[in-house]
């Protein structure tokens, strides 16, 4: 029995008050339709995706689904005037007699594929499943002059998000009711209450995923996806066997942990450092590195750079030089890095490391925090510009993390408090192995 998601993306948008219906908005360089049927995509409990499309917007949509080779896309239909009936399209288009089916609001790009998972589970034991989050908010029912009529206890009122779940003969059968009784909903959970078909089954949803729909939702996305990061992957690390991996900054701390534990695994090992004469803000070196490298491999698999460096003072009372190098390897060492890289990468990954300072500046701390996030955005910016390059490119973003930097400022720490740096080392290589790209991995104590 397959399961589908039917992505609704007929809107017009008209509330945002843009050009263009905002499912083809682009937000952190990708439009939001994108980002949604991405996560469905790469979901490995969802078989097939629908798309109902804004008639108008066909021609797009097919751009979108050949640029990024979305595997999973079966179909594109043409949407009609309200939602349910774009359901309603999406749903009869479906040809098998059983099947789930997930339906989701293309304006929804933060979905997390845990909540597919729990719908896709929920179905085994109910017919039809909603996604809700508890309300923050007192709400008020109020009639046609605006005066309270209400206030309902707030423990029993949630705040409905997609997708909405169902068994395929149920809510087909739903929508046909409807159409005979020309009935009318906000959504296909409400069709099924209206209907009397089946109990509802509710999960709880994510404060992330949100709607957009007004024009400050455009500008809310665009901050979330900057500071939107995911837990490491899991991989068989077996599979790093031959494979070439080149460190920057491989003579201590996470560097080493990453040489060390990638060697057991039988990889390659290529560690640079200014212990061995390649600083990475010197680009002629790296590239003299990663020459000699390729040309007794023949390939590079992968490329980390762990080079960095802490400096602790008031901005006005550093000397410029100091302020200087600190941005040289902190930053341009990866932009060194990244800009050699797709020469020697083939179908490969590249990884740099931030702080949990990038989303806010500390103080005492300013260089150090601005170059981290500097790091993220041109991790993000790199995996746009490398989107038909075949390289993936991840920023690893650990808690503090017991390292010889760490312990030169900070002094002796309790052990508990801090990650072991073959914990860090474990997620970095995990993250190597997998598809990901753009994205911010956070590593923390377990």
């Given at each position: 029995?397959?399961?589908?998601?039917?992505?609704?993306?007929?809107?017009?948008?008209?509330?945002?008050?843009?050009d263009?219906?905002?499912?083809?908005?682009?937000?952190?360089?990708?439009t939001?339709?994108?980002?949604?049927?991405?996560?469905?995509?790469?979901h490995?409990?969802?078989?097939?995706?629908?798309?109902?499309?804004?008639?108008?917007?066909?021609?797009?949509?097919?751009?979108?689904?050949?640029?990024?080779?979305?595997?999973?896309?079966?179909?594109?239909?043409?949407?009609?005037?309200?939602?349910?009936?774009?359901?309603?399209i999406?749903?009869?288009?479906?040809?098998?007699?059983?099947?789930?089916?997930?339906?989701?609001?293309?304006?929804?790009?933060?979905?997390q594929?845990?909540?597919?998972?729990?719908?896709?589970?929920?179905?085994?034991?109910?017919?039809?499943?909603?996604?809700?989050?508890?309300?923050?908010?007192?709400?008020?029912?109020?009639?046609?002059?605006?005066?309270?009529?209400?206030?309902?206890?707030?423990?029993?009122?949630?705040?409905?998000?997609?997708?909405?779940?169902?068994?395929?003969?149920?809510?087909?059968?739903?929508?046909?009711?409807?159409?005979?009784?020309?009935?009318?909903?906000?959504?296909?959970?409400?069709?099924?209450?209206?209907?009397?078909?089946a109990?509802?089954?509710?999960?709880?949803?994510?404060?992330?995923?949100?709607?957009?729909?007004?024009?400050?939702?455009?500008?809310?996305?665009?901050?979330?996806?900057?500071?939107?990061?995911?837990?490491?992957?899991?991989?068989d690390?077996?599979?790093?066997?031959?494979?070439?991996l080149?460190?920057?900054?491989?003579?201590?701390?996470?560097?080493?942990?990453?040489?060390?534990?990638?060697?057991d695994?039988?990889?390659?090992?290529?560690?640079?450092?200014?212990?061995?004469?390649?600083?990475?803000?010197?680009?002629?070196?790296?590239?003299?590195?990663?020459?000699?490298?390729?040309?007794?491999?023949?390939?590079?698999?992968?490329?980390?750079?762990?080079?960095?460096l802490?400096?602790?003072?008031?901005?006005?009372?550093?000397?410029?030089?100091?302020?200087?190098?600190?941005?040289?390897?902190?930053?341009?060492?990866?932009?060194?890095?990244?800009?050699?890289?797709p020469?020697?990468?083939?179908?490969?990954?590249?990884?740099?490391?931030?702080?949990?300072?990038?989303?806010?500046?500390?103080?005492?701390?300013?260089?150090?925090?601005?170059?981290?996030?500097?790091?993220?955005?041109?991790?993000?910016?790199?995996?746009?510009?490398?989107?038909?390059?075949?390289?993936?490119?991840?920023?690893?973003?650990?808690?503090?993390?017991?390292?010889?930097m760490?312990?030169?400022?900070?002094?002796?720490?309790?052990?508990?408090?801090?990650l072991?740096?073959?914990?860090?080392?474990?997620?970095?290589?995990?993250?190597?192995?997998?598809?990901?790209?753009?994205?911010?991995?956070?590593?923390?104590?377990r």
């Amino acid at each position: 029995m397959k399961t589908y998601a039917i992505i609704l993306a007929s809107g017009k948008g008209e509330r945002t008050g843009l050009d263009i219906p905002k499912q083809f908005v682009k937000i952190a360089g990708k439009t939001v339709l994108e980002h949604t049927i991405n996560t469905f995509d790469k979901h490995t409990g969802i078989d097939e995706i629908i798309i109902v499309s804004n008639p108008d917007y066909i021609s797009l949509t097919e751009d979108i689904i050949k640029r990024n080779d979305f595997k999973k896309v079966k179909k594109i239909l043409a949407g009609g005037k309200t939602r349910r009936e774009s359901s309603y399209i999406g749903v009869s288009s479906i040809e098998e007699e059983n099947g789930k089916v997930l339906i989701h609001d293309a304006v929804r790009p933060f979905l997390q594929s845990k909540i597919i998972d729990e719908c896709i589970s929920a179905l085994d034991s109910y017919k039809a499943v909603d996604v809700a989050i508890n309300s923050a908010d007192t709400i008020v029912k109020v009639d046609n002059k605006n005066i309270i009529e209400e206030i309902p206890e707030r423990k029993y009122l949630k705040r409905g998000q997609t997708p909405q779940a169902f068994e395929l003969q149920l809510i087909r059968k739903a929508h046909e009711l409807a159409n005979n009784n020309n009935i009318t909903v906000t959504d296909d959970c409400g069709l099924i209450v209206k209907l009397k078909l089946a109990d509802v089954y509710v999960i709880n949803g994510d404060d992330f995923n949100r709607k957009i729909t007004y024009p400050i939702d455009v500008a809310i996305a665009d901050k979330l996806f900057q500071l939107n990061s995911i837990n490491a992957p899991k991989n068989d690390l077996s599979k790093l066997k031959d494979k070439v991996l080149v460190i920057f900054g491989a003579s201590k701390g996470i560097g080493k942990a990453i040489s060390e534990m990638a060697k057991d695994y039988g990889a390659k090992i290529y560690g640079f450092s200014r212990k061995t004469g390649v600083d990475v803000t010197e680009f002629k070196q790296i590239q003299k590195a990663l020459d000699e490298v390729y040309s007794k491999e023949n390939k590079i698999d992968y490329i980390v750079n762990t080079a960095g460096l802490l400096r602790m003072g008031k901005l006005n009372c550093r000397e410029i030089d100091d302020i200087i190098e600190e941005v040289k390897i902190n930053y341009m060492g990866c932009v060194n890095i990244a800009q050699l890289a797709p020469k020697y990468l083939n179908k490969g990954s590249l990884i740099f490391f931030t702080s949990s300072s990038y989303t806010r500046g500390r103080a005492l701390y300013s260089i150090y925090s601005s170059t981290k996030a500097a790091i993220v955005n041109l991790t993000q910016a790199l995996a746009e510009e490398w989107e038909n390059e075949h390289i993936n490119i991840n920023v690893i973003n650990p808690e503090r993390t017991a390292t010889p930097m760490r312990l030169e400022n900070f002094g002796k720490e309790p052990e508990d408090t801090l990650l072991k740096a073959e914990t860090v080392a474990e997620a970095c290589l995990n993250t190597l192995l997998s598809d990901y790209t753009g994205q911010v991995i956070d590593v923390k104590r377990r």
